[in-house]
Nanobody, 127 residues
Framework: QVQLVESWVGSVQARDSLRVSCAAS????????MAWFRQGPAKERDFVARVSAAPVNQYYASSVKGRFTISRDNAKNTMYLQMSSLKPEDTAVYYCNADMVVGGTAPPYIHRYLEVWGQGTLVAVSS
C-alpha cells in the first residue's frame, strides 16, 4: 500500500518562499515518478511540477516555471517543492502525486499502472 504524506504549511505572505515536502512509503521510491498538483478556490486540480524516476528529469507548469523547484531525495523517500516569489494566485491545496508500475513479479507477470494521491496541504498566500 503506497502512502503519501505532505507537510503542513498554512499561511504565508506574498513574495515569501517556502518548501513543502511529500514523504512516500510502501514502494521502492526510486521506481516512482512524483509530482505536485494544486487546486485553487473554485478551480480544477492543475499540474504544477513533476520529477521523474531515474533518469531524473523535472517538468513545470508555465505558471510556476522559474519560481518553483521540484526535487527528490531518494535516501529519504521524500519529494520537495521549493516555492519562491509566492503570489496570492498560488493559493491552493497542494497535492502530492505518485505514479508507478507495479506487479509483474510472478506468473502471469501482469504489470499494472498505479496512481496515488496525498491528502493535500493548504498554501494560503496573502497580499
Amino acid at each position: 500500500q503506497v502512502q503519501l504524506v505532505e507537510s503542513w504549511v498554512g499561511s504565508v505572505q506574498a513574495r515569501d518562499s517556502l518548501r513543502v515536502s511529500c514523504a512516500a512509503s510502501g514502494h521502492t521510491f526510486t521506481d516512482v515518478h512524483m509530482a505536485w498538483f494544486r487546486q485553487g478556490p473554485a478551480k480544477e486540480r492543475d499540474f504544477v511540477a513533476r520529477v521523474s524516476a531515474a533518469p531524473v528529469n523535472q517538468y513545470y507548469a508555465s505558471s510556476v516555471k522559474g519560481r518553483f523547484t521540484i526535487s527528490r531525495d531518494n535516501a529519504k523517500n521524500t519529494m520537495y517543492l521549493q516555492m519562491s516569489s509566492l503570489k496570492p494566485e498560488d493559493t491552493a491545496v497542494y497535492y502530492c502525486n505518485a505514479d508507478m508500475v507495479v506487479g509483474g513479479t510472478a506468473p502471469p507477470y501482469i504489470h499494472r499502472y498505479l496512481e496515488v494521491w496525498g491528502q493535500g496541504t493548504l498554501v494560503a498566500v496573502s497580499s
